[in-house]
C-alpha cells in the first residue's frame, strides 16, 4: 500500500510540474476554449480631449513629446480594410480627429469602426507630416505616433542632420499594448456623425494655416462632388521613381516623373490626362499604360531630361552599364512597376479636393463613373479629410452616387 | 575460404573428441538478429552436462559444423565479439547431423533505434531546405555500426549524399517516396520489433533485392517469420523527443503448421525537455501472417499503420534565440486561454499493406513477388491568413533589429523601439514571444459576418501508391550467382488544402490573397476556384472544417525498372556486374482552375463566357494534365572483391547512374499551375569507391576511399519576396557536385581489461557544388517569369564559389582578388570523428564516445548568389569595381560599392566544429534461462553543448531600399540546433 501511495504521490508531483504539464497539454487536448474579447473602459483616466492635445503641437519642424499623464478618448472612424488607409487609423472625439500612426497593417481586425479607443498618450509624440513653407504651402495634418527615427540624436545634438519624417509608427506591438486599449464597440446610433463642412472651410486660411483646424482628420462626407478642377478642367497628380532601388534626388535626376498635368474642359473622358481614368493605378493597371505606350511621351526629372539630354520615357538611354542592360528607360519602369497613387482634382461646394487613392486600394483599378468623368453626374464621397501643404486631400472610403447609398467602389 | 574454415571446423571438432566415429553431429549458420546476416567468427562451444566436447568458428556465412556426436543432449554455447552469449539446447538423434538453421544471437550495443522516429519534425517553412539525415543501420559494418547512432544527433549524412540517395525497401519492394524521392522511414516509426531485421549494403555496393544507387540500400524485410519469436515489451522515456513510448510485439516463429504470425503495437507519447510545443500523440500497430505452404510456396500479408500526430518545431533566427536565452526555443507554439498549442503539426495515417510470395523450387533457384498499397492521408498544419498581420511571434518586423542598426545604411535609426521590442523578448511576454492564439480568436470573433481571418489549414499530400516488384536468385554454377528483377510503380499523389480549423470564426473564403491585392477590380483573376466562382457568382465559402480549398492537383508518377546483376566468383575473387534500365514519366494534373492561370477555354460555350466576364485566356494552365516528363532511365555497376588470408578483403566498387529528376522538383510552381522547370534533365551520377575491411574476434575494420560526382540536379525553393511582393518560387537547374573522402571504422580489443576495446570512426570527406546553375523565379500571380537585368534565366555566378578580397593593412577591403572561396553542399557535418572505449562483460556493456564534427555548412539560397543580388541595386558588378567608378568620374569613397558587397552577400557560413560525449550502460538479466530483462541508458551531449547547429538555411529575401542605394544585405539566417545534454532510459523484457 505504502508503494502504491508512494508511486502515485511522485506521478502527482511529476504531472503538478509546470513544464511537464504543459508538454502533455497538446498530447490530452481534443479541442480547446476559445478565448473571448473583453472591452475595457477606462473613462475614469480619460483627462484629455483630442483637440486639447492637438493644441500641444505649436511650432512646426518641432515634434513634441508628450511627457505627462494625459490619456485620449477617441472612436475609430476609419478602416484599412479596402486598402486606402494604410498603416494608419483615425479617431475622432466630439472636439476632433487626429491620426494614429498605428504602422501595423490589417489593423481593422483589431480596431474596429466604432470601437472606443482609449490611447495613453505619455511618452508618444504629436508630429506634422505635410507641411510646406511659403505662398504655395501650408499646413500638413497632425499625427500620434512615436517620435520619429532620428530625432532623439537630432534632439540630442548628436546630429546636424534634421530627419523627414516627425512621428514614427507605434507599430511595435509590446508598444501598442502599453499606449492603446480597446473599449466597446458601440452601435451605430453612439457613433460620431460624419462631417459636412462647407466648401469655404476647406479654402480658408485657418484651414491653410491653422495646426489645429478642426476639419483635418474628421470623418467626413463631401456631397455632390464634381470631377476637375475650379475651372473645370481636368486635373490630375502622381509621382513615379521608376526605379526604387536608385537615388532621385542627386545623381538621377531622371528617376523622378511628376504626373502632374491639366488637361480640356470637363465632357470628354478620352481627354483624361495620361490615359488615368481609374481611382488610382495597381501595379497591373501601371504596367498596362506603360506597354500600351500611354505615357511615352511623359518627361522625366525636374528638368524634363536626364542627364543625357534624353526627355521622355520612350528614349533609350545610351549608358548601358548603369543598368546591366541596353533598352528604354521605360522598360525600368517596367521591370520595377508597382502600384502608385493618383490625386484626382475634384471640386466640392466651390473648394478644390485633391482626392488621392492609393494603388493599393481595393478599389485602386476601378473605374471612375463614366458620367462623373463626362461632368453628368457628382458623387457623395465618405473618407477622412486630410491636409498636405495647405490643400485638402481627401481620403476616400466609399463614394456614391449623389444623393443616394449606392457605391461606385464596390 | 568457406572450404578452409569448414575444413579447420571439422579439424578442431575431431581433435576434441578423438577417437571416437559417430554419424551424428549439429550444424547450422549464426546470423546476428539484427539483419539476420552471418556473423562470421562465433565461437561455438558444445558442453554435454559440463563437459566441454567441442569449439568450432563460424566460417564468413556464418556457417558451422561439428560433426561425430553420439545420440543425446547437449548445449551449445555461442559466444562472438559485441554479441550476448547465447545458449541453446541440441538433441542429436538417430545418428542425424541437427540443423539448427539460421541460429540468431543478439548485439550488444545499446538500443540503436536509428530511424525517423529520433528526429524532430522541422518546419521547414517553404524553405525548399530538406533535412533529412541519412539512416545508418550499422549491423553488420563497424563504420555504421558507430556512426548511425552516434552521429544522428548532428543529422551527418554519410559522404554529404542527400538522404534520397539511399534506396529503401520494404519485402522487396523500393518505397522511396515516389514524388520526393525521400526516405520512408516514417511511415513505420514506432514498429521498430517488426521492421528489426533489415539487410544493408553501403555506397555503391550491390544488394540481392535491387542494384541500388550511390548511397547504399537497405532492404526491410518486414514480413510476420522474420519477426523475433515470443513475446517482447518495452517502455522507454527520452528528453529529447517524447517523453514515453510503450511497445510490444508478439511473434510465433514458424509454427509446426507453417503459419507465422507476428504483431507489434507502439505508442509515443509527451513532450520533450528541449523544445517546447513539440509533442508526439503517436500509436503504430502492425499486423502479419506467413503461411509456409510447402518447401516451394510460401506466403506472407503486412498491414501496419502509424497514426497519430506530433508537433513540429520552426527555425528561427539567432537573434531570436538570444533574445530568449534559449537556442530550443519554436515559434510554433503559443498559449490558447492558457493552454499550450501548437500551429505546425504533422498528421499521419497512411497504412501500407503488402502481400508476398516466395517460390523456392530448389536450393539454386528461389523468386519472390511482392505487390503493396499504400494509401491514407498525410497532413501538414499550418495557419493561413486573410487580409490580416502575419501571427509569427519571430516575424522580422517584431524583432529589435528592424527598429535599429548601428550601419546608417540600414536606415533603422529608431533606438527606442529596438529597446521595446528588446525589453518585450526578454521579459518573455507569452503574448508577444509565443503564438499569440487569444488574439487570433478574437479577431475572427469580432470579424464582419463571421468571416475567418486567420484559420488552421491543413496540407494534404495523400498517396495512392501501388507497387509490383519481383525478383530472383539464380545460382547455375558454384561460382556464379545471377540475381533479377522487374518492379512497377504507379502513384497518384494528390496535393490539396483543407480547412482544419475555422479558429473562432464562422467562414472563410476560398480566394487567392496576393492576388486579390494586385487585381482587385478583376474578380476572377483572384479565384482559386474558378469555375465555382463562376457557376455560383462568388468564391466559395468553406463552411466547414475538411472542406477543401486553395489548391488541388494529382502527381501522377509511373516508374518501371527491370535490373540484373551476376557475380562471378574465381578463387578469392569474385566479381559482380549489374545494370538497371527504367521508364520514368510523371504530370500533373490540375483539379481546380486558379483564375490568374485559366488555360484556354475547353469549348465554345466556356470561350463566350469568359469573353463576356472579360476572362483572357492563359497560356500556363492550372487545369487539367500538364505535359508529360518521360525519362528512360539507367545504372550499370561493377563491384569487385577479392579477400586474402581469412580476415581480410579488399573491395571496389563502381557505378553510373542516370536517374528521373523527382517530382516535386519539376515545376515552376507547383501549386498554381502546370508549367514546367525548362530544360528539365535527367540527374548523372558516378560513383565509386575502395574499401579494405579486416574482421577478426573482436577485431573490426573497415577503411573506404570514394569519388563521386552529381551532375544535372534540379531544386525548387518558394518563399515570399520582398522586392517583388509576392511569393515567390526559385527554379534551380544544372546543380552539379562532387563527394570525395574516406571513411574509416574500427573497434579493436585494448587486451588489457577482458571486453574492453576502442572503437573510433572518421569521415573526412568534401561534398562541394561544382556547377554554375541557373535560376528561374517566378511568381504565384504572375505568367511572366521574374526579370532580373533584363533576363530571365539568370546565371547564379556565386553558387560553387564565391570571391574573398585581400584587405589592406587597416583591415579595409581592397578590389584585389585573394582567393576564390568554395561552397559546399549543406547541413551536414563533412568532418566526423568519434573515439571511445566499449566494455561488454557478463552481459553488461558500457560505451563512451567523445566526438567531434566540422566542416558544416549552411544551405545557401539562390538569389543571394546572383550577380544581381551581389551587385546591389546600382547594378555595379563587383569585378574591378575601383576601375570602374573611377573611369565613370565616380567618387569611390562615397559611393558605397565595395568589395566586401559580394562577400557579405554570396558567402557560405560555415558552422563551428564541435565537441560531444556521449555515455551507454546497459544489462541484460536472464531469469530461468527463459526470460531475458534489462535495460539500456543512454546519455547524450553530456558536455551539455547547446551551441551546435544541426541545419539551417538562408531566407530568400534581400533587406533593400537602404540610405546608399547601391547594395542589398541578407536577411539573418535561420538555424536548428541541437538538444543539449539528454538521456533515454528503454527497460525491455522478452520472454
Known amino acids: 500500500m505504502k508503494k502504491v501511495f508512494f508511486t502515485l504521490a511522485t506521478l502527482v508531483a511529476l504531472v503538478s510540474c509546470k513544464e511537464l504539464k504543459e508538454e502533455w497539454q497538446p498530447v490530452v487536448t481534443f479541442s480547446y476554449d476559445e478565448a473571448r474579447f473583453v472591452p475595457v473602459n477606462m473613462d475614469d483616466e480619460v483627462n484629455t480631449t483630442i483637440a486639447e492635445l492637438k493644441a500641444l503641437y505649436t511650432n512646426h519642424g518641432t515634434p513634441v513629446v508628450i511627457d505627462t499623464d494625459r490619456t485620449i478618448k477617441g472612436q475609430v472612424v476609419s478602416s484599412d480594410e479596402d486598402g486606402n488607409v494604410y498603416r494608419e487609423i483615425y479617431i475622432q472625439d466630439a472636439t476632433g480627429g487626429i491620426c494614429l500612426k498605428l504602422g501595423r497593417s490589417s489593423s481593422y481586425d483589431d480596431y474596429k469602426i466604432g470601437q472606443v479607443l482609449y490611447v495613453r498618450c505619455e511618452d508618444l509624440c504629436i508630429g506634422e507630416y505635410g507641411y510646406k513653407t511659403g505662398n504655395y504651402g501650408g499646413c500638413g495634418q497632425l499625427q500620434l505616433g512615436l517620435l520619429g527615427d532620428g530625432w532623439q540624436p537630432y534632439l540630442d545634438g548628436e546630429t546636424t542632420v534634421q530627419p523627414e519624417y516627425e512621428t514614427a509608427y507605434i507599430d511595435l506591438m509590446p508598444i501598442v499594448k502599453k499606449h492603446i486599449f480597446r473599449g466597446e464597440i458601440l452601435p451605430e446610433s453612439e457613433r460620431i456623425a460624419t462631417a459636412s463642412p462647407a466648401g469655404s472651410a476647406l479654402s480658408s486660411a485657418d484651414f491653410k494655416d491653422g495646426i489645429t483646424n478642426k476639419e483635418v482628420g474628421q470623418l467626413t462626407l463631401l456631397k455632390n462632388v464634381r470631377i476637375g478642377n475650379l475651372d473645370n478642367k481636368y486635373e490630375v497628380f502622381a509621382l513615379f521613381y521608376p526605379d526604387p532601388n536608385l537615388d532621385h534626388t542627386k545623381n538621377e535626376s531622371w528617376n523622378r516623373i511628376f504626373m502632374s498635368d491639366i488637361t480640356a474642359a470637363i465632357g470628354n473622358p478620352a481627354q483624361y490626362p495620361y490615359g488615368i481614368t481609374t481611382w488610382a493605378l495597381t501595379k497591373t493597371r501601371t504596367e498596362k499604360h506603360i506597354e500600351n505606350g500611354d505615357w511615352d511621351d511623359v518627361t522625366m526629372g525636374d528638368d524634363g531630361q536626364d542627364e543625357n539630354g534624353n526627355k521622355s520615357l520612350a528614349t533609350r538611354y545610351v549608358d548601358p552599364a548603369k543598368f546591366g542592360y541596353e533598352g528604354l528607360y521605360k522598360d525600368v519602369f517596367l521591370a520595377h512597376s508597382s502600384a502608385q497613387s493618383v490625386s484626382h482634382y475634384c471640386t466640392y461646394d466651390g473648394a478644390i479636393v485633391q482626392v488621392r487613392t492609393s494603388g493599393y486600394a481595393r478599389f485602386a483599378d476601378t473605374e471612375l463613373p463614366e458620367g462623373f468623368l463626362k461632368g453628368t453626374m457628382q458623387l457623395d464621397m465618405l473618407g477622412i479629410m486630410s491636409r498636405y501643404q495647405g490643400s485638402a486631400q481627401f481620403i476616400l472610403l466609399d463614394a456614391y452616387k449623389a444623393g443616394t447609398t449606392d457605391s461606385v467602389l464596390k | 575460404m568457406k572450404r578452409i574454415l569448414l575444413a579447420f571446423a571439422a579439424l578442431l571438432a575431431s581433435v576434441a573428441v578423438f577417437g571416437q566415429a559417430y554419424t551424428g553431429g549439429v550444424k547450422g549458420e549464426v546470423v546476428n538478429r539484427n539483419g539476420r546476416v552471418a556473423v562470421e567468427g562465433a565461437r561455438l562451444t558444445l558442453y554435454q552436462g559440463a563437459t566441454e566436447l567441442a569449439t568450432v568458428v563460424t566460417d564468413a556465412e556464418g556457417n558451422f559444423l561439428i560433426p561425430d556426436l553420439a545420440d543425446g543432449m547437449y548445449t551449445l554455447v555461442i559466444d562472438a565479439p559485441d554479441f550476448l552469449e547465447t545458449q541453446v539446447q541440441v538433441t542429436v538423434n538417430d545418428g542425424y547431423v541437427k540443423n539448427m538453421f539460421k541460429l540468431s544471437i543478439t548485439p550488444t550495443d545499446r538500443v540503436t533505434d536509428v530511424d525517423a522516429d529520433s528526429f524532430s519534425e522541422f518546419d521547414m517553412d517553404d524553405s525548399g531546405y530538406n533535412d533529412n539525415p541519412t539512416i545508418l543501420f550499422g549491423s553488420n559494418d563497424v563504420f555504421n555500426n558507430i556512426a548511425g547512432y552516434n552521429f544522428s544527433a548532428v543529422r551527418f549524412r554519410a559522404r554529404g549524399y542527400a538522404s534520397e540517395a539511399q534506396d529503401v525497401y520494404l519485402a522487396g519492394v523500393k518505397l522511396n517516396d515516389a514524388v520526393t524521392g525521400y526516405g520512408p522511414f516514417s511511415l513505420w516509426s514506432g514498429l521498430n520489433e517488426a521492421m528489426r531485421s533489415k539487410e544493408t549494403v553501403n555506397g555503391a555496393e550491390v544488394s540481392d533485392f535491387g542494384i541500388g544507387g550511390y548511397n547504399g540500400l537497405t532492404n526491410v524485410f518486414g514480413t510476420a517469420s522474420n519477426v523475433r519469436t515470443g513475446l517482447r515489451g518495452s517502455v522507454m522515456t527520452n528528453s529529447a523527443l517524447y517523453r514515453l513510448r510503450l511497445m510490444a510485439s508478439y511473434a510465433t516463429g514458424v509454427m509446426d503448421n507453417g503459419w507465422a504470425f507476428a504483431a507489434n503495437v507502439s505508442a509515443r507519447l509527451g513532450g520533450n525537455d528541449w523544445i517546447d510545443g513539440v509533442y508526439y500523440r503517436s500509436f503504430a500497430y502492425y499486423l502479419a501472417a506467413d503461411k509456409i505452404i510447402n518447401r516451394e510456396h510460401k506466403l506472407g500479408f503486412v498491414f501496419f499503420a502509424t497514426p497519430g500526430q506530433r508537433g513540429a518545431q520552426m527555425a528561427s533566427t539567432q537573434e531570436v534565440y538570444d533574445l530568449m536565452g534559449d537556442n530550443m526555443y519554436n515559434a510554433n507554439w503559443g498559449y490558447q486561454n492558457g493552454k499550450v498549442r501548437n500551429a505546425r503539426v504533422r498528421k499521419t495515417n497512411e497504412p501500407i499493406a503488402l502481400l508476398k510470395y516466395d517460390y523456392t523450387p530448389s536450393d539454386e533457384f528461389s523468386a519472390s513477388a511482392t505487390a503493396l498499397f499504400r494509401f491514407g492521408k498525410n497532413g501538414y498544419t499550418a495557419l493561413d491568413w486573410f487580409n490580416a498581420q502575419d501571427p509569427r511571434p519571430d516575424y522580422y518586423r517584431n524583432l529589435p533589429s528592424y527598429f535599429y542598426n548601428p550601419d546608417e545604411d540600414y536606415k533603422r535609426l529608431n533606438r527606442e523601439k529596438a529597446a521595446e521590442a528588446y525589453m518585450a523578448w526578454k521579459g518573455q511576454d507569452a503574448d508577444i ?543 536548428f540546433y541541437m538538444a543539449g545534454m539528454n538521456y533515454m532510459l528503454n527497460i525491455y523484457f522478452r520472454f
Request: hydrophobic letters at 35%; glycine letters at 8%.
Open chain 2, 433 to 975: 514571444v509565443h503564438m499569440n492564439w487569444d488574439r487570433i480568436y478574437q479577431v475572427n470573433q469580432l470579424s464582419e459576418g463571421g468571416r475567418a481571418k486567420y484559420v488552421l489549414q491543413e496540407r494534404r499530400t495523400d498517396q495512392r501508391d501501388f507497387n509490383l516488384a519481383g525478383s530472383f536468385k539464380w545460382r547455375p554454377a558454384t561460382d556464379l550467382l545471377v540475381n533479377g528483377g522487374a518492379s512497377v510503380r504507379i502513384n497518384r499523389t494528390e496535393y490539396y488544402q483543407v480547412l482544419d480549423d475555422l479558429l473562432g470564426g464562422t467562414y472563410f473564403v476560398d480566394t487567392d490573397n496576393f492576388a486579390e491585392r494586385d487585381f482587385a477590380s478583376e474578380p476572377w483573376k483572384y479565384q482559386n476556384d474558378l469555375d465555382y466562382w463562376m457557376n455560383n457568382g462568388q468564391a466559395s465559402r468553406i463552411l466547414k472544417e475538411g472542406d477543401k480549398y486553395g489548391y488541388d492537383f494529382y502527381a501522377h508518377v509511373q516508374n518501371y525498372n527491370l535490373w540484373a546483376s551476376g557475380r562471378y566468383s574465381l578463387g578469392n575473387l569474385s566479381a559482380t556486374l549489374a545494370g538497371r534500365i527504367g521508364y520514368n514519366t510523371f504530370w500533373r494534373e490540375g483539379l481546380t482552375r486558379k483564375g490568374l492561370f485559366p488555360g484556354q477555354p475547353e469549348n465554345a460555350a466556356m470561350a463566350a463566357r469568359w469573353n463576356e466576364i472579360g476572362i483572357e485566356p492563359t497560356q500556363e494552365s492550372s487545369y487539367g494534365k500538364s505535359d508529360v516528363a518521360s525519362y528512360l532511365t539507367y545504372a550499370g555497376k561493377l563491384n569487385v572483391n577479392y579477400v586474402i588470408g581469412g580476415h581480410m578483403r579488399v573491395y571496389a566498387n563502381a557505378g553510373y547512374f542516370n536517374d528521373a529528376p523527382h517530382f516535386n522538383q519539376a515545376f515552376l510552381s507547383l501549386r498554381t499551375r502546370n508549367t514546367m522547370v525548362q530544360d528539365l534533365e535527367s540527374v548523372k551520377t558516378f560513383s565509386s569507391d575502395l574499401n579494405w575491411q579486416y574482421a577478426s574476434p573482436g577485431i573490426n575494420i573497415r577503411a573506404t576511399g570514394y569519388y563521386t560526382t552529381i551532375m544535372d540536379q534540379s531544386k525548387v525553393m518558394s518563399a515570399y519576396d520582398d522586392l517583388q511582393n509576392a511569393f515567390s518560387n526559385y527554379a534551380l537547374s544544372g546543380i552539379d557536385e562532387r563527394h570525395y573522402g574516406i571513411e574509416l571504422g574500427f573497434k579493436v580489443p585494448t587486451y588489457l581489461v577482458p571486453g574492453l576495446s576502442v572503437q573510433g570512426v572518421l569521415a573526412l570527406g568534401r561534398a562541394e557544388y561544382t556547377s554554375t546553375p541557373t535560376m528561374t523565379q517566378t511568381l504565384d500571380n504572375s505568367a511572366k517569369p521574374v526579370s532580373y537585368n533584363g533576363q530571365t534565366v539568370i546565371p547564379v555566378r556565386y553558387w560553387k564559389e564565391s570571391p574573398v578580397y585581400k584587405k589592406d593593412a587597416l583591415g579595409n577591403y581592397t578590389s584585389r582578388l585573394d582567393h576564390m572561396q568554395q561552397h559546399y553542399v549543406p547541413s551536414t557535418p563533412q568532418v566526423a570523428a568519434s573515439i571511445g572505449l566499449s566494455w561488454n562483460y557478463n552481459y553488461w556493456f558500457v560505451d563512451a564516445d567523445l566526438e567531434y564534427f566540422d566542416e558544416a555548412y549552411l544551405d545557401m539560397n539562390p538569389l543571394y548568389r546572383t550577380g544581381y543580388a551581389a551587385a546591389g541595386p546600382d547594378g555595379k558588378i563587383y569585378a574591378n569595381a575601383e576601375e570602374e567608378l573611377t573611369a565613370a568620374g565616380r567618387d569611390t569613397e562615397t559611393v558605397r560599392i565595395s568589395t566586401n558587397e559580394v562577400e557579405a552577400m554570396a558567402t557560405q557560413e560555415k558552422f563551428d566544429p564541435c565537441f560531444l560525449l556521449n555515455l551507454s550502460i546497459g544489462k541484460s538479466f536472464y531469469i530461468q534461462r527463459k526470460y531475458q530483462l534489462g535495460f539500456s541508458f543512454n546519455a547524450k551531449n553530456l558536455l551539455n553543448n547547446t551551441n551546435v547547429k544541426t541545419g539551417g538555411y538562408e531566407q530568400t529575401r534581400m533587406v533593400d531600399n537602404t540610405a546608399s542605394k547601391s547594395r542589398y544585405y541578407r536577411f539573418d539566417a535561420k538555424y
